[in-house]
């Protein structure tokens, strides 16, 4: 069993206030955008950010230490995270997917941001995480949120060390997946991101890791120490999957509300019956 540090009052309210900011941070980049992009700007003003990327997007700010003009590499992220980071902490954020149109479309949203130049900038690329063509110790810290679980095979694992391997030792390392009390994959019957379904053989599309996966599949392998591990959910009342019953326009409407559940019903959660365990948010750290 992997220690899980338990998250004390100071650490909550931390945790609670950093929200907010990140939260405020998707409202300025909505207005930011709206002269030169005004449908993502909009669309940002909607949806600051959504019900499960403000608790991860948050992890993310509490946990990433490097000092204003540092370079840190995102392995496929929401790309509104490299603008938050690059805005308002300083960093100057690689922002990679494998996805050519969601690079194009962070490309965008940078430049309608301003976020084009050396000090606080986000850079947009096609990169595939399993073999990330930049020298080893290049970046001074990274993250990857909500992405390992998607690649299939044993892509997470070669990932997660093409991703240490990249960055500077002494560097931080930050990524989240989902996590169940057993280890599962999901396959569907159509086309997952870049894989394309061939004839009605189901394609695979996510994996939900335990405890053993987690120390097996990225801990372990990625030779990095294990710096923090939280494992986040819901408890007796199950928002996400309320939500996800709501048919897309219900569901639009209440976009503007989503930050403000995540607050509320999005916690850290131990072994209580009542405990929903839904993601595992992790820091490594690469060895000196």
Do not use: C
Request: no cysteine; net charge positive.
């Amino acid at each position: 069993m992997i220690p899980v540090r338990a998250q004390n009052l100071s650490t909550r309210w931390t945790h609670r206030s950093i929200a907010v900011r990140i939260w405020a941070a998707g409202i300025r980049i909505g207005f930011s955008s709206l002269r030169r992009e005004p449908v993502l700007g909009l669309k940002r003003l909607v949806l600051p950010v959504s019900y499960w990327r403000t608790a991860e997007f948050a992890y993310a700010w509490r946990r990433l230490t490097p000092s204003r003009g540092s370079l840190v590499f995102d392995l496929g992220s929401p790309k509104d995270l490299a603008s938050i980071l690059a805005r308002h902490r300083g960093f100057n954020v690689v922002a990679s997917d494998i996805l050519r149109e969601a690079v194009w479309l962070g490309r965008r949203s940078a430049r309608a941001q301003g976020l084009t130049e050396a000090g606080a900038s986000v850079l947009a690329a096609v990169i595939d995480g399993r073999s990330i063509p930049h020298r080893s110790d290049t970046f001074d810290a990274a993250y990857s949120i909500s992405v390992l679980e998607h690649i299939p095979e044993g892509g997470d694992t070669s990932a997660i060390r093409e991703i240490v391997r990249t960055t500077k030792p002494g560097g931080l390392i930050v990524a989240t997946v989902p996590f169940a009390p057993q280890y599962g994959e999901t396959f569907l019957r159509d086309d997952v991101y870049e894989r394309k379904q061939d004839g009605d053989e189901p394609v695979f599309f996510e994996r939900h890791y335990d405890h053993e996966a987690l120390q097996s599949r990225l801990i372990e392998p990625s030779g990095a120490e294990l710096v923090d591990l939280e494992i986040w959910g819901e408890r007796a009342t199950r928002v996400e999957s309320r939500l996800n019953r709501f048919r897309s326009a219900t569901r639009v409407l209440l976009s503007p509300l989503e930050p403000l559940l995540s607050l509320v019903f999005l916690r850290q959660v131990g072994g209580s019956p009542n405990d929903h365990p839904m993601a595992a948010f992790l820091t490594l750290m690469k060895p000196s």
